[in-house]
């Protein structure tokens, strides 16, 4: 290979609509000719089927009534993931994560850096796969995770208070994309999948030899938020599920050429699944059986082909599969072709076969139904469907998993029940429950990456569409469009009754427990003290808030000082929140009620600076402010 820099022939499409340049590329891509995208409705059709869902209303959440679920969308490259109300599809909350964000002073307060240690200077994010915590198969409803495909993290959301509170960079591999928690016995690991592959260590060593690349699967033990192992594999990882005897986890891998360009990336016409014994590399490790990569500790085996181990297989699948799913009722994994019309079906019982070498890796395969073009995600109800995108048809195909492997059996049998269209070309889709025993086939989510003609345009970026399926009955009904900001890659839809969000702060909050800990060496009672300590050029702004007042109307420091405010909320009423912004400053944070917050900034300038709260909470929140007096050095 050269050292050149190497060029994309990329000539701009003439006289090509969006829609049209999306369908030539996606069907050049999948290697079809000559089909293009269908479900684009007419307006007449698009009328009657807003007709239609107005008279299918059940799903309507009147005002003041509550959501039977939880929706936790991921916030895509916007590095958040917000919560929606399903039915109603209201967006209730946003949680900031890999991103910045002003409104609460995430990436900005000093709980914030803290939590995000070692990446508090990174500012962006892209958070694809938000999973929840299980015990037995069930969502227990602790934690939420979420991983960072651009800066090669994992960050966990703790849902008593719905905030980020754990973030871990993951060594040694590049972009973490595929994400889930082990489900059976309980979530004791999160399993994410590094998609690229990089040098090993990745110092500047083999920067143009890719036959020495590689990239690993990597497990986090869930309660620490710590790198329990990794797994060197051949290939690359895309997406990953587990299954439901804790024993196995599943990766898609689309290029298994490991190539370096497009082309290079398509040429097989089958790349693999591969499955990771995970009780076996637990063995390992703990008997030492590992080796280490560069400065870092993580335990590594080697899962690759050639070092012949008891610790992978590898299932060839057609063709560049993307999305892998477990069924709810733990018999099978499902493998979505993506660059092939169809899905395989692997049964999770032949697995230990596969393992001890009684069987071969394609003897594992018990079905292969051929659904359409572009099968990216699948997801089940609890009567035995699936439901799977079809992202070049615009489509979700539902389909009976028992049928499909009687028609690979060679049965006559027509295993599709229904195509809907959906608007247009979806991801991911999700049903309610779907990723657990629970599953309660009533609705799904289809996670529409273009809008179109379904909204008012909003220049060239548009919303995507987050479209709502009514799956209760014999037939999929499309019940609401919901726009989306980039990009809902995935969600998870979760019964109310599984989670139990806490009114108040507790005054022992882990967040806030170094905050607490500050002040117990300043010699301050948070709950009361209302005083400046300064220590050398630092100097530590302690105050109260109770609505509409802020402990001190003014505290003075000298230009030069890095100063910390820590405020404590002492309201004790659900629901008001405090803000705390400084003007000039940059300065901006939530203080929830029984919150401590804090957060530094240098007092550069001399003059007179006004702090007030920015979060409305009393009749005079207006005159919730005060001022800070720089002085001259
Ligand atoms: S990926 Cu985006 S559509 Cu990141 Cu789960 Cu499939
Ligand atoms: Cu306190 Cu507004």
């Known amino acids: ?99 910045i964000d002003s409104a609460t002073g995430w990436g900005l307060t000093d709980e914030s850096k803290r939590i995000k240690g070692d990446s508090a200077d990174v500012l962006c994010g892209d958070a694809h796969h938000p999973h929840m915590s299980m015990k037995d198969g069930r969502y227990d409803g602790k934690y939420v995770f979420i991983n960072d495909k651009i800066n090669t993290r994992v960050a966990r959301i703790r849902c008593d208070v719905m905030k980020t509170d754990k973030m871990l960079s993951i060594p040694n591999v590049q972009a973490i994309h595929g994400l889930r928690v082990q489900k059976v ?21 083999d920067l143009n030899d890719p036959s020495k690349y590689f990239t690993m699967f990597n497990v986090i033990d869930a309660e620490k938020m710590e790198m329990a192992f990794q797994v060197i594999v051949d290939g690359n990882l895309d997406n990953t599920d587990a299954d439901y005897t804790g024993r196995f986890a599943a990766s898609t891998c689309y290029n298994s050429e490991e190539g370096v360009t497009l082309a290079e990336s398509m040429r097989n016409e089958r790349d693999w699944l591969v499955v990771f014994d995970i009780h076996a590399i637990e063995k390992a490790v703990k008997a030492g059986k590992y080796t280490t990569i560069g400065d870092s500790k993580v335990p590594v085996v080697d899962g690759r082909k050639k070092a012949n181990s008891q610790y992978t297989r590898y299932i060839p699948v057609p063709k ?45 395969v018990v079905g292969e139904p051929e659904l359409g073009l572009g099968p990216l995600h699948t997801a089940f109800d609890n009567r035995g469907n699936a439901y799977t995108t079809l992202f070049i048809d615009s489509q979700i195909a539902k389909w009976s998993v028992k049928d499909a492997i009687r028609a690979y059996k060679g049965e006559k049998v027509n295993y599709i029940k229904q195509k809907l269209d959906v608007h247009y070309q979806p991801g991911h889709n999700h049903t309610t429950m779907g990723e657990t025993r629970d599953a309660d086939g009533k609705y799904l989510i289809s996670l529409c990456k273009f809008s179109k003609d379904r909204f ?151 003059g007179v600076f006004w702090f007030y709260c920015h979060w409305f909470c009393h009749a005079l929140h207006m005159e919730m402010r005060g001022r800070m007096l720089v002085k001259k050095a």
């Open 456 to 606: 008012l345009p909003t220049g060239p970026l548009r919303a995507e569409n987050d479209q709502l399926i009514d799956i209760s009955g014999k037939e999929m009904k499309l019940v609401h469009d919901g726009p989306t900001f980039a990009e809902p890659h995935d969600c998870m839809i979760v019964h109310r009754s599984k989670v139990k969000p806490k009114k108040l702060w507790t005054r022992d909050d882990p967040i806030f427990a170094a905050t607490v800990a500050q002040a117990k060496k300043d010699g301050v009672t948070l709950e009361s003290d209302n005083k400046v300590v300064r220590d050398g050029k630092s100097v530590r702004v302690y105050m109260t808030s109770i609505a509409p007042n802020f402990g001190m109307s003014e505290f003075s420091v000298k230009q030069g000082d890095k100063v910390t405010v820590i405020v404590t909320n002492l309201d004790q009423v659900e629901d008001v929140t405090h803000g705390f912004a400084v003007n000039q400053h940059g300065i901006s944070m939530e203080i929830g009620p029984q919150q401590t917050s804090s957060i530094t900034f240098d007092a550069d300038k001399p």
């Open 1 to 99: 290979m050269s050292d050149e820099n190497k060029t994309v022939e990329n000539k701009e499409p003439k006289n090509l609509s969006r829609r049209g340049f999306l369908g030539a590329s996606a069907v050049s891509a999948a290697g079809i000719a000559g089909i293009g995208i269908s479900g684009i409705m007419t307006p007449a059709e698009f009328a009657q089927a807003a007709e239609k869902a107005r008279n299918n209303a059940h799903h309507n959440i009147g005002p003041g009534e509550l959501d039977e679920y939880y929706g936790f969308w991921s916030g895509g490259h916007s590095g958040e993931v917000r919560i929606l109300g399903i039915p109603s599809m209201r967006e209730l909350m946003r949680i900031p994560v890999f991103n």
């Open 185 to 205: 016995p309980h979530t004791k690991y999160v399993f994410c999948n590094g998609e690229f592959r990089i040098p090993q260590p990745n110092d500047g060593r």
């Open 320 to 364: 560049s599969p993307h999305g892998i799913n477990t069924s709810p009722d733990g018999e099978y994994f499902v493998a979505n072709g993506k660059l092939s019309p169809t899905v395989t079906i692997i049964a999770i019982n032949k697995l230990p076969a596969l393992f001890a070498g009684k069987i071969k890796e394609r003897d594992t």
